[in-house]
């Protein structure tokens, strides 16, 4: 009885080429697994893809809630945004598209399972540092990284393989971007990103939106509410976190919303760059942060941005299924007991401009914050306050001034 192995399935051309490739090098038993994130159309055909290509059976599996709900929500809670600018949205998939993979590799009794990242990303740590954490004992497969079996380094490499398996396949030889697409967000990396010189072809190049200069000319205002942390809905309709997501992305996309140029810094040591696209993600962040503005103390704001910026790292470097996630999260959760409210905002051309907040737990108190006299707040105890936090620079001084006159 031949061996099993679950391959983490996109239908594209890689992945579809990888099917033969495992029958032919390692007689396995080839099951595919597409992951829906929120592809959309992407899995269009998938089935017969699949099946024509050796694979003897296809799951699909639709996590797009608990994507939302387990993955996404902690990290928008937690302010996660990488080096100032990505927010994540490869990054928060790749761990629970690993927990499913093993599940269906459990449920087959596979031995292996095999994906379809290359040697230069990060992905394939973020897939495997996922398998190894929930099912240490399977073997993982990476043919991009087996240059002494996998001798395929173009499309037209890969087209030709599968014609000489008798596969044709609707992919032609033509360029385009590299693509990754979810609920959250699509990223784009190659053509003239490859170049940090070069200005992207936005026309082009995006999926979900228009560039600010093409949005329209009239802003539009959109209401939000929020319980403990959690959109409930937007503008006066109730929807569960994915609907809220689509809608958002929906808004966001047509008034030119969250589109990111960025070089960063991959985890395998090489800079990278990239345009991402996450309007809903976008204004999803922003309206959290309004509402946090009002219900968290200082100190605790101060804390969060620290930690928000370590589960940034955390889940950009795969580590999901770590105690310190768990540690950070439950710390996250802990401050989103009163994040309660409304969030009112106008979108205008790439801007999301706030238009007022509100929540039963605000500490704004209009009678302190006043620049007029009067209510809890003394003018007088700003004095003495000032004498003890200047203290020590003040003893500094005095003693540098004492040194300098007795030269």
Known sequence: MKEKVILAYSGGLDTTAIIPWLKEN??????????????????????????????????????VDEFAEEYIMPCVQAGAVYEHKY????????????????????KEGATAICHGATGKGNDQIRFELGIKAL???????????????????????????????????????????????NLWH????????????????????????????????EGEYVTMTFEKGIPTSVNGENMKVADIIR????????????????????????????VYETPGGTILME?????EELVLDRAT????????????????????FSPLREAVQAFVESTQRYVTGEVKFKLYKGNIIKAGTTSPYSLYNESIASFTTGGLYDHHDAEGFINLFGLSTKVRAMKMQETEAAK
Not at 32 to 39: T, V
Not at 258 to 273: A, C, F, L, P, T
Request: glycine content about 8%.
């Open 287 to 291: 309206a959290h942060d309004q509402l």
């Open 87 to 106: 927010l994540l949205g490869t990054s928060m998939a790749r761990p629970v598209i690993a927990k499913r993979l093993v599940e269906i590799a459990r």
């Open 26 to 63: 390692f007689d396995y038993e080839v099951i595919c697994c597409c992951i829906d994130c929120g592809q959309g159309n992407e899995l269009d055909g998938l089935e017969e893809r699949s099946k024509l290509s050796g694979a003897a059976k296809l799951y699909i599996e639709d996590i």
């Open 186 to 217: 699509i990223s784009h990396e190659g053509l003239e990103l490859e170049d940090p010189a070069s200005e992207p072809n936005y026309d082009h190049m995006l999926v979900l939106g228009v560039t600010p200069e093409k949005a329209p000319d």
């Open 301 to 320: 704001m101060e804390t969060k941005k620290d930690l928000g910026n370590k589960m940034a790292q955390i889940v950009y470097e795969g580590k999901w």
């Open 135 to 181: 099912a240490p004992d399977l073997k993982i497969i990476a043919p991009w990284r087996m240059t002494d079996l996998w001798t395929m380094q173009s499309r037209e490499d890969e087209i030709a393989y599968c014609k000489k398996h008798g596969i044709d396949l609707p992919f032609d030889h033509s360029q385009s971007y590299s693509r990754d697409r």
């Open 247 to 274: 809608k958002l992305n929906e808004l966001g996309g047509k008034h030119g919303i969250g589109i990111v140029d960025i070089v960063e810094n991959r985890v395998v040591g090489m800079k990278s760059r990239g």
